[in-house]
Nanobody, 125 residues
């Protein structure tokens, strides 16, 4: 079991920055990879970024590469997503998720077995 709670969302102007945080309780340490997904209005949930269990490997969607940074702190049981140079198309509900097993298929929603309730990010132009 895992409980994930996202925070840090809000309204920001294009070009601005936000830092999302995901607080985890339960099994999220060794062996569990973490990801951020987002769901824009009227669209399906999509992969944003993932970090492996020890923080040594990260991967990003092409749409956010160079602008977003994912990190984790296994002592504090948190996973952060730093978002810079935000664009209106980044507007979405952002979700934190947990994945066990090997470090692959990290962009596949079905491979994650724990989800938070999400936090809204709105970027105005």
């Amino acid at each position: 079991q895992v409980q994930l709670v996202e925070s840090g969302g809000g309204l920001v102007l294009a070009g601005g920055s936000l830092r999302l945080s995901c607080a985890a309780s339960g099994r999220t340490g060794v062996g569990f990879h973490m990801g951020w997904f987002r769901q824009p209005p009227g669209k399906e949930r999509e992969f944003v970024a993932a970090v492996n269990w020890n923080g040594g490997s990260t991967v990003y969607a092409d749409s956010v590469k160079g602008r977003f940074t994912i990190s984790r702190d296994n002592v504090k049981s948190t996973v952060d997503l730093r978002m810079d140079n935000l664009k209106p198309e980044d507007t979405a509900v952002y979700y934190c998720a947990r994945k066990g097993g090997p470090w692959n298929n990290f962009d596949n929603v079905a491979r994650y077995d724990g989800w938070g309730r999400g936090t809204q990010v709105t970027v105005s132009s």
